[in-house]
């Protein structure tokens, strides 16, 4: 166990649907970071939170939006779902002193998303 | 920006052969580079990280990795492979700024391991 939670693990939705993915931080940590990995475009920044504010934000779609709540957890919302949304989606988390920390960063073990 | 790019997306080594893996990066500021192991059906399992002490990294798993800021490379290596070192392997890439530390990932590299 990584300290990082993701559920689901699975997710077998149809198109056009809407799903959401959660992520619990490791303790601790106030960055949460979400990635997609795919086949066609390997692991893939999407966002970032830290302590509830948006700090970064990547080649994520109009269609995902991701929120960090007061508890720290971040959830990960994708809409209008497409086949090519099918991927790995991993949420990763780090402390604020992330450089001098043993562990730097921590992945989830994902959840993998199946569009049908 | 930063980029990464790792030679090779397979590698196949015999069991007790050497182990070469190879990154380079882009970075116009110092950067803290960073090596993780993926098993099938399975999360990111940092191997080890580079940030700014020693230039050669010693990491789990008999793994290491060497920084030369001359050749812009973060080579990971390990003596001998073991059938248990058969996963991907990638490369990644930071920097500490106030707009957001996201790691920058190489395209991966899957090592198979023959006996």
């Known amino acids: 166990d990584s300290g990082v939670t993701q559920t689901p693990k699975h997710l077998i939705t149809a198109t056009g649907q809407r799903v959401t993915l959660r992520c619990s931080p490791r303790?601790?940590?106030?960055?949460v970071y979400w990635y997609q990995q795919s086949l066609d475009q390997g692991l893939q920044f999407l966002i970032q939170y830290y302590n509830g504010e948006e700090r970064a934000k990547g080649n994520i779609l109009e269609r995902f939006s991701a929120q960090q709540f007061p508890d720290l957890h971040s959830e990960l919302n994708l809409s209008s779902l497409e086949l090519g949304d099918s991927a790995l989606y991993f949420c990763?988390?780090?402390?604020?002193?992330?450089?001098?920390?043993?562990?730097?960063?921590?992945f989830g073990s994902g959840t993998r998303l199946t569009v049908v | 920006a930063q980029s990464v790019t790792q030679l090779g997306s397979h590698v196949s080594v015999s069991e007790g052969a050497l182990v070469l893996l190879r990154c380079n990066y882009s970075s116009s500021v110092p950067p803290y580079l960073f090596w993780y192991v993926q098993y099938p059906n399975q999360g990111l399992q940092l191997l080890l990280k580079?940030?700014?002490?020693?230039?050669l990294v010693k990491g789990i798993n008999g793994f290491e990795a060497e920084f030369k800021k001359s050749e812009t490379s973060f080579h990971l290596t390990k003596p001998s492979a073991h059938m248990s070192d058969a996963a991907e392997y990638f490369c990644a890439v930071t920097r500490r700024e106030a707009a957001g530390n996201k790691l920058t990932f190489g395209g991966g590299t899957r090592v198979l391991v023959k006996p």
């Open positions: 990763a988390s780090s402390p604020p002193d992330w450089d001098r920390s043993n562990y730097g960063y921590t």
């Open positions: 303790s601790g940590d106030l960055s």
């Open positions: 580079y940030t700014s002490a020693a230039t």
